[in-house]
């Protein structure tokens, strides 16, 4: 128990820190508005790194990326697995957030007044020109600004593999920007020391301003959430077991789902329960090879319940602001927002939430929701992006050693 406690101290901490900001806006109403500065101070702190650490953390996972071991089959069948299980995840979110309104249209009115700035798209510009606008700026100096951090991302990735196509007279650059990373990375755990008081007076702030509405918004967003990541958890996963091995897959899904469950409820890590799911893995029958592949690589690219969050968090803003982008729009921004929060385990759901902001054309100011709702679902989330691994090793060993791949004993088992 102390060790459940230790793993979740953090977001325990942020959820009280967000239930007293409620209570506090509830009573208080526009009187708590003077602790909007100590908000303000949180908000600002994460605008000042963002810059930084967007650009040193993709240039370092650049430098330092090694060519992936060519597995063949296997690695086609596991891209093309992740593919559709995410694609699957992200429509089954959209639909229902389509039907079901996170957010009443009553906590959306003069919600922009909270805002620093509105969000504004020129419905007189191009696709093509919005997106050449969104992927580069005229000026160097310009990337260096929160308002153009889709620019920031491609030239972080380009100088990355820039410094690593240099070799060994760029290594000086290369270790520069890995020790800096590091810094950068401390400093955002030093400035989330102060997130409970940022975040709870910023949270205070909304509801004393807005009322009840925009809580019940988030609380009804983490029902809804976590009801989803149930329904995927038990009905969808086990009609990928059946796909996979029909009723002996159901049999050995359940059997052996049950440890990594509350391995990623108790640790709140999908890394840390990379051992404890290629474990349940291989005791299916899963051949070694496609467990051992499979499994990591699910762990940073394949994350059912972050794509199912990032979903919600672009539904949330665009009932909170009041817009109609279309599914297509949603699908892509939920997985490539995915994407980023796996590529940075620390500070990756920040670039992840700005990205959201910045492609959506939502002020940035609107950060502090998704980090709310991040924060609220971060749970069910963990637990659905590891099965969802789990369930993922199952289709790719159907699709490689054939309908009886649970019986097969294979070579290294």
């Not at 963002?50 to 330092?64: K, Q, S, Y």
């Not at 160097?140 to 593999?161: E, M, Q, Y």
């Not at 920040?350 to 054309?361: N, V």
Request: hydrophobic share 55%; glycine share 8%.
């Amino acid at each position: 128990m102390k060790k459940v406690l230790k793993n979740y101290k953090g977001t325990l901490v942020l959820l009280a820190s967000i239930v007293i900001g409620a209570i506090f806006g509830f009573i208080f109403k526009e009187k708590v508005l003077v602790v909007k500065p100590l908000g303000t101070i949180f908000i600002n702190l994460l605008f000042v790194v963002i810059v930084p650490l967007i650009f040193l953390n993709l240039a370092d996972a650049m430098i330092r990326m090694k060519s992936p071991k060519r597995l063949g089959k296997i690695m086609s069948r596991i891209v093309l697995t992740f593919i559709l299980m995410s694609i699957v995840a992200a429509l089954l979110g959209i639909l229902v957030t389509h039907f079901v309104p996170l957010v009443e249209s009553n906590a959306t009115e003069n919600v922009l007044g909270l805002m620093e700035q509105e969000a504004t798209l020129d419905t007189n510009v191009s696709l093509l020109e919005r997106t050449a606008n969104l992927l580069t700026v005229s000026d160097f100096s310009n990337l260096l600004s929160k308002d153009n951090i889709i620019a920031l991302l491609l030239f972080s990735i380009l100088f990355g593999l820039a410094v690593r196509k240099s070799g060994e007279k760029a290594s000086i650059v290369a270790n520069t920007i890995h020790s800096l990373n590091e810094v950068v990375l401390n400093l955002v755990n030093l400035i989330m020391y102060y997130a409970p008081i940022g975040l709870g007076c910023y949270f205070a702030t909304f509801i004393g301003t807005y009322g009840s509405s925009i809580a019940f918004g988030f609380l009804k967003t983490f029902m809804i959430y976590t009801l989803l990541c149930l329904f995927v958890y038990v009905v969808i996963y086990s009609f990928y077991a059946f796909l996979s091995g029909g009723k002996k897959g159901i049999i050995s899904y359940w059997k052996h789902i049950l440890t990594p469950t509350v391995t990623a409820l108790a640790t709140c890590s999908s890394a840390a329960c990379i051992p404890v799911n290629i474990k349940s893995t291989k005791e299916m029958g899963i051949a070694s090879d496609i467990a051992e592949a499979t499994i990591p690589m699910g762990t940073s690219f394949h994350k059912d319940g972050s794509v199912i969050g990032s979903v919600f968090k672009v539904m949330f803003l665009v009932y909170l602001f009041q817009t109609s982008p279309s599914i297509t729009t949603i699908l892509a921004v939920s997985l490539l927002a995915t994407l980023l929060v796996t590529a940075v385990p620390i500070g990756g759901g920040t670039i992840s939430e700005m990205f959201i902001l910045s492609f959506m054309g939502f002020p940035a100011a609107a950060l502090p929701i998704l980090t709310i709702i991040a924060t609220i679902i971060d749970a069910p989330a963990t637990v659905l992006n590891v099965v969802g691994d789990t369930a993922s090793s199952m289709l790719v060993g159907r699709m490689v050693d054939g309908k009886q791949f649970l019986s097969k004993q294979k070579e290294g088992n």
